[in-house]
């Protein structure tokens, strides 16, 4: 028979994906500047006035691109728990989950551009 839904075990799963979030933006450098990109892109969102599709469209991005991040960062530390010694396994695993980060960040420079470059052109002329 199925199990009913825990509510305590859910909100403590909340609780320690909000920790996980917390440590992600606190130690790992690339995830700042990640966090640093997005507060510019909000910045910028407020004072074009850009559209609710354009903003839907940013936060999927940055959501997008924060996610691989911590995915990375997870991978990462898994990764330095099997072992720091160098190892070639260790190095393509790590390479490739960071070109999924880098992926997801060209993606997002290029939709910015998309968005915010015409508004930048019309109100520089
Ligand atoms: N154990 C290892 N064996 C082989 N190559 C490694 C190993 N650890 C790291 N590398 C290489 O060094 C690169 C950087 O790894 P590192 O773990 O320092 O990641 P980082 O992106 O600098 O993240 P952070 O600064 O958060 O630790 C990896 O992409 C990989 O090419």
């Known amino acids: 028979m199925s199990q009913p839904i825990n509510i305590r075990k859910a909100l403590k799963s909340f609780r320690y994906a909000g920790v996980g979030m917390y440590d992600l933006f606190r130690?790992?450098?690339n995830a700042k500047i990640h966090l640093i990109a997005?507060?510019?892109?909000?910045?910028?969102?407020?004072?074009f006035e850009i559209s609710t599709i354009e903003w839907c469209i940013i936060v999927?991005?940055?959501?997008l691109?924060?996610?691989a991040e911590a995915f990375n960062t997870a991978i990462e530390k898994l990764a330095d728990t099997?072992?720091?010694?160098?190892?070639?396994?260790?190095k393509i695993v790590k390479d490739v989950a960071a070109a999924g980060v880098l992926i997801l960040?060209?993606?997002?420079?290029?939709?910015?551009?998309?968005?915010?470059l015409p508004k930048v052109l019309e109100y520089l002329n």
């Open 105 to 116: 960040a060209i993606s997002a420079v290029i939709v910015a551009g998309f968005i915010f």
């Open 27 to 29: 130690q790992e450098n």
């Open 65 to 67: 691109v924060w996610s």
């Open 38 to 47: 997005a507060a510019l892109i909000l910045i910028a969102g407020i004072w």
């Open 82 to 90: 099997v072992t720091t010694d160098y190892h070639p396994s260790i």
């Open 60 to 63: 999927i991005q940055i959501a």
